[in-house]
T-cell receptor
Framework: GENVEQHPSTLSVQEGDSAVIKCTYS??????FPWYKQELGKGPQLIID?????GEKKDQRIAVTLNKTAKHFSLHITETQPEDSAVYFC???????????FGEGTQLTVNP | DSGVTQTPKHLITATGQRVTLRCSPR?????VYWYQQSLDQGLQFLIQ???????AKGNILERFSAQQFPDLHSELNLSSLELGDSALYFC??????????????FGQGTRLTVV
């Protein structure tokens, strides 16, 4: 089955700096890669996603890049703010409607 | 608000007991997924239902079972509970489309504590 590895497990940055979280996946048939943000006591919230026919996608301060050949994808957050502090999960999915396989999560702390 | 509703939010029960967790998917979503999140761990897939039928199974214990009803809400039943079953249980829903991928939206979760 699919295996998703995520690094780093913790990341601490100063407010205004950029943060990068990286994931690799094992199943070359995976074609959908979402990122979720989970705040304390809440459910995971979808923040951005990318499909395998696209190499990069941006939404304001957040961007995701995908390298299908290397089977890795990354989340980039620019101009970080304290409210960006949360656990971020990457995930991969093989076909429409199938399960998401999640990475282990990254605890991001943005220091004021 | 994702539109996915889970009840109860918190549940405390004793070992050996049985509990039922409930999930109401977003309006129109036919697919429901259950995930378990233990302390300091990621999200482990348990089971998926689509329009009332089981579609995929993950690492779900035999003591656990689920079903999806005609109104599309789903229930996860956990029996003979053990201390190690203490975790957050999340439900997610999505639309399954023939032509494209659709996003999965998560509920707020049920925090189960087994004492």
């Amino acid at each position: 089955g699919e295996n998703v590895e995520q690094h780093p497990s913790t990341l601490s940055v100063q407010e205004g700096d950029s943060a990068v979280i990286k994931c690799t996946y094992s199943d070359s048939a995976s074609n959908y890669f979402p990122w979720y943000k989970q705040e304390l006591g809440k459910g995971p919230q979808l923040i951005i996603d990318i499909r395998s026919n696209v190499g990069e996608k941006k939404d304001q301060r957040i961007a995701v890049t995908l390298n299908k050949t290397a089977k890795h994808f990354s989340l980039h957050i620019t101009e970080t703010q304290p409210e960006d502090s949360a656990v971020y999960f990457c995930a991969a999915r093989r076909t429409s409607g199938s399960r998401l396989t999640f990475g282990e999560g990254t605890q991001l702390t943005v220091n004021p | 608000d994702s539109g996915v509703t889970q009840t109860p939010k918190h549940l405390i029960t004793a070992t050996g007991q049985r509990v039922t967790l409930r999930c109401s998917p977003r309006s129109g979503d036919l697919s429901v997924y259950w995930y378990q999140q233990s302390l300091d761990q990621g999200l482990q897939f348990l089971i998926q239902y689509y329009n009332g039928e089981e579609r995929a199974k993950g690492n779900i214990l035999e003591r656990f079972s689920a079903q999806q009803f005609p109104d599309l809400h789903s229930e996860l039943n956990l029996s003979s509970l053990e201390l190690g079953d203490s975790a957050l249980y999340f439900c997610a829903s999505s639309v399954v489309a023939r032509t494209g991928d659709t996003e999965a939206f998560f509920g707020q979760g049920t925090r189960l504590t087994v004492v």
